[in-house]
């Protein structure tokens, strides 16, 4: 257990420096498809109060941390809810399903969560915010191996507070 989270830091750190994506504060860029751009939305309605609010996790296909139109719809959602709540912030959660070594699951879950933070930010959320951490493959959603499990396992998760 010790090794892996001396793993997951020194990956973690490894990829905080040389992992980061230029954005303009005009687009979110595709980080699969670099030059692939969505423009970032204007009119997002204030979301509901912290307290009946329940960001939804979002999924990934096998072995991509590229944000479909499902997840973005999703994160759009979840931008609102920050940028009408101003004392809330959130800590994205990445997570992979079990095929690959720890230390590729380590590094995938970051690419994840970053993917989302990079999202959330290019649409005005506050950087400071919004946190990552990956877990990997540690904290299965379902147990079990097959694709009904391994789908719902690749995936980032919220933590929403105050400080």
Same mark, same amino acid.
């Given at each position: 257990?010790?090794?892996?989270? @001396? #793993?997951?830091?020194? %990956?973690? *750190?490894?990829?905080?420096?040389?992992?980061? !994506?230029?954005?303009?504060? $005009?687009?979110?860029?595709?980080?699969?498809?670099?030059?692939?751009?969505?423009?970032?939305?204007?009119?997002?309605?204030?979301?509901?109060?912290?307290?009946?609010?329940?960001?939804?996790?979002?999924?990934?296909?096998?072995?991509?941390?590229?944000?479909?139109?499902?997840?973005?719809?999703?994160?759009? @959602? #979840?931008?609102?809810? %920050?940028? *009408?709540?101003?004392?809330?912030?959130?800590? !994205?959660?990445?997570?992979? $399903?079990?095929?690959?070594?720890?230390?590729?699951?380590?590094?995938?879950?970051?690419?994840?969560?970053?993917?989302?933070?990079?999202?959330?930010?290019?649409?005005?959320?506050?950087?400071?915010?919004?946190?990552?951490?990956?877990?990997?493959?540690?904290?299965?959603?379902?147990?079990?191996?097959?694709?009904?499990?391994?789908?719902?396992?690749?995936?980032?998760?919220?933590?929403?507070?105050?400080?």
């Amino acid at each position: 257990m010790l090794v892996k989270t @001396v #793993l997951r830091i020194t %990956l973690i *750190g490894t990829m905080v420096l040389f992992g980061s !994506v230029a954005c303009t504060d $005009d687009e979110v860029v595709d980080p699969v498809q670099p030059g692939v751009t969505d423009p970032i939305p204007t009119d997002i309605p204030p979301g509901p109060s912290s307290a009946d609010f329940v960001p939804e996790t979002v999924y990934f296909g096998y072995d991509q941390y590229s944000l479909t139109g499902e997840t973005k719809a999703k994160l759009k @959602v #979840l931008a609102s809810h %920050l940028q *009408g709540n101003s004392g809330d912030v959130v800590q !994205v959660e990445g997570h992979c $399903d079990s095929r690959g070594s720890v230390e590729y699951n380590i590094a995938l879950g970051q690419k994840r969560a970053e993917a989302v933070r990079r999202y959330l930010t290019d649409s005005g959320v506050d950087p400071s915010r919004v946190s990552t951490i990956s877990f990997g493959e540690e904290k299965p959603a379902f147990d079990g191996d097959g694709e009904s499990a391994w789908s719902q396992n690749r995936r980032s998760e919220f933590v929403l507070t105050q400080p």
